[in-house]
């Protein structure tokens, strides 16, 4: 079956770093689309970044230049490196696997910054 399995959140004070990663199995990992979403307390859930399959990306404006998002298709795996964190990038990360026929979601994992 599909899964798709987030790593890496946790507690970080403003200024700091923190790497997610997504493991993905039971599909074409390398024929689909991956991007990272993001959802606050109390607001929508917002893409953060995303990488296509031919490897370009797309990021958020308000992660331009401290975000870096990457695949391995290898592993199987996307990861989401954050730099400078801010207070404002407290939210659940998820992992997002998009083809034009289908669209899986990870479980999601809480990034939370804070002093």
């Known amino acids: 079956q599909v899964q798709l399995v987030e790593s890496g959140g946790g507690l970080v004070q403003p200024g700091g770093s923190l790497r997610l990663s997504c493991v993905a199995s039971?599909?074409?990992?390398?024929?689909?689309?991956m991007s990272w979403y993001r959802q606050a307390p109390g607001k929508e859930r917002e893409l953060v970044a995303s990488?296509?399959?031919?490897?370009?990306?797309y990021y958020a404006d308000s992660v331009k230049g401290r975000f870096t998002i990457s695949r391995d298709n290898a592993k199987n795996t996307v990861s989401l490196q954050m730099n400078s964190l801010k207070p404002e990038d407290t939210a659940v990360y998820y992992c997002?696997?998009?083809?034009?026929?289908?669209?899986?979601w990870g479980q999601g994992t809480q990034v939370t910054v804070s002093s």
């Open positions: 990488i296509r399959v031919g490897g370009s990306t």
């Open positions: 997002k696997a998009r083809s034009l026929e289908n669209a899986y």
């Open positions: 039971g599909f074409t990992f390398s024929s689909y689309a």
